[in-house]
């Protein structure tokens, strides 16, 4: 999906690099313009043309993808060094903003407390008790037949 984002962004640049040079091909006046102009105009403009058709697919090809696109809801990200400050991270679907710089922490997909960053030791703690609990639980024996 970055990938096609990337190349949807080189592609708007170029588009607007040659409407820029299309406009100044276009300002001039029937004297200042040579032969090799007017093949510029009409390159440039066939380029436009091809262009836009190539961004319209893009643009399709990028809805289709995003609409398929599935996130585990147990999704974690685990830090234990430091997570620096100003990013967003991106988990389930759902943009999350890191402000501050954070240590040993994890990032969790829906609201805990009002925030997606949780101290990672409540986490680890979470994540025994319900490893002892499953421990606790009798298990079903298996019958030879």
């Known amino acids: 999906m970055e990938i096609r984002k990337g190349r949807l962004e080189k592609i708007l640049k170029k588009q607007t690099d040659d409407r820029q040079a299309l406009r100044e091909l276009v300002q001039k006046t029937k004297a200042q313009t040579t032969q090799r102009h007017k093949e510029m105009k009409e390159n440039l403009q066939d380029r436009l043309t091809r262009m836009r058709v190539i961004m319209e697919k893009l643009e399709a090809i990028m809805q289709r993808c995003q609409a398929q696109l599935t996130y585990s809801s147990t999704a974690r990200v685990y830090i ?16 999350i903003a890191v402000i501050h710089e954070v240590f040993n922490v994890c ?17 680890q703690a979470e994540e025994r008790r319900d490893e002892e609990s499953d421990d606790d639980e009798p298990r079903p024996s298996r019958r030879a037949s």
């Open 80 to 95: 234990e060094e430091t997570l620096v400050a100003n990013m967003n991270i991106t988990l389930c679907g759902q943009v």
């Open 107 to 123: 990032i969790l997909p829906k609201r805990r407390r009002g925030s997606y960053i949780v101290p990672l030791e409540e986490i």
